[in-house]
């Protein structure tokens, strides 16, 4: 019988190693990546069955990698191993697609509950946010437009990369556009949201969850 395929992201490989032992009994281990373009690119490659990702990695974050994928017509589901009690990014995280939000300190147990009821197609909370997610959704859906959502999702990985401290020129090379066109974006991302330098669209990604503090 074929073992459900696994593809693990996650920048920090004290976890991406515990994680291994952890998952290697019931699952067969495709690839381990660190950071998000990574993921994005093997997942395409490897078309796992179920992809176990932080949130909060380099380069592209979790919810933005779920959205590509979603949009590219990659069918794996998608696993948040987090730090982030914050309901925002889960709230985030089920938008842009997951099936799953697990935090990194509950126990081993629960990521493996988590990947085994991602495959039967359900969707698996940690029950230490589960009540105030729920909440967070229903008020969410009665609330204006979410800032977050004037932007592309050019625009959020251009934000996140500059977040990162990444000169326009190595942002350029990153995505294959010209400087030009990474200032362009900056500019209008700082005109749609009220925002006056580019130390105001750092704050504005951690505030956000696109960036990490």
Known sequence: MRRPRVLLADDHKIVTEGLRSLLEPEFELVGVVEDGRALVAAAKELRPDVIVADISMPL?????????????????KIIFLT???DVMY???????????????????SELVSAI???????????????????GSIMRRSQRPE???RRLT???????????????AKEIASLLNISTRTVEFHKYRMMENL????????????????IASG
Do not use: C, W
């Not at 009220?194 to 969850?209: E, M, P, R, Y």
């Open 83 to 85: 730090m982030h009690l």
């Open 116 to 134: 085994r009821e991602a495959l039967k197609g359900r969707t698996y909370i940690t029950p230490l946010i589960s009540k105030d997610l729920l």
């Open 146 to 148: 979410d800032v977050i």
């Open 60 to 76: 592209l974050n979790g919810i933005e990698v779920a959205e590509q994928l979603n949009r590219a017509g990659v069918g794996a």
């Open 194 to 209: 009220g925002l006056k330098t580019s130390a105001d669209l750092v704050q504005f990604a951690i505030k956000h969850g």
């Open 153 to 167: 999702s050019r625009q959020r990985e251009i934000l996140q990369l500059v977040a990162e401290g990444k000169t």
């Open 90 to 108: 889960a709230t985030r995280a089920f938008e842009a697609g997951a099936s799953g939000y697990v935090l990194k300190h509950s126990a081993p």
